[in-house]
């Protein structure tokens, strides 16, 4: 097993789609989501059980990509702490939890990674999977995945 594997997988165990490149506060523009929900009915974040359900999310999706040598080189120079607290962040941004989130803007983070439409699929297979462990109702998942599908053009290399 290739050390970044090693290093992946502990992690993974501890802990996107987001934003890939290493960020710091310094570097990052917090963005506040303005679109809250003010009816009586659930929230996206509250369908996708809140920043717990994200957070389990998250960390299948960072154990599939760990193992996935598709995409996992994607991550060589990321700090998968500080890539998960920005994915969980921005998901939770994504679908109207009123969080904060401190990265960078898509097309920023994925600036020179040349992600193509392959990776980006693969990566997006994981999420799915990730949310399906989670017992995520295919009408929830479908509206998160509604909801990042304009950022495709943000992350891959045209």
């Excluded at 570097?27 to 659930?42: D, E, F, H, L, Y």
């Excluded at 996992?72 to 921005?90: G, K, N, P």
């Excluded at 399906?132 to 995945?145: D, G, M, V, Y």
């Amino acid at each position: 097993m290739s050390r970044l594997l090693l290093k992946l997988l502990p992690v993974a165990a501890l802990v996107f789609f987001t934003g890939c490149a290493v960020q710091t506060a310094e570097t990052s523009a917090p963005q506040v989501n303005s679109n809250r929900n003010t009816s009586s009915q659930q929230t996206l974040y509250q369908e996708l059980g809140g920043e717990a359900g994200l957070s389990a999310i998250v960390d299948g999706l960072l154990a599939r990509i760990a193992t996935d040598p598709r995409i996992v080189h994607h991550f060589q120079e990321t700090d998968i702490a500080l890539f998960r607290e920005r994915a969980i962040e921005h998901f939770c941004l994504v679908a109207d939890g009123g969080c904060v989130y401190h990265g960078e803007n898509m097309s920023l983070s994925h600036q020179g990674l040349n992600i193509t439409q392959a990776d980006f699929d693969a990566l997006v297979g994981h999420l799915i999977e990730s949310m399906k462990e989670q017992h995520i109702p295919l009408s929830t998942r479908n509206a998160l995945l509604k909801r990042l599908a304009p950022m495709y053009s943000d992350i891959t290399y045209h």
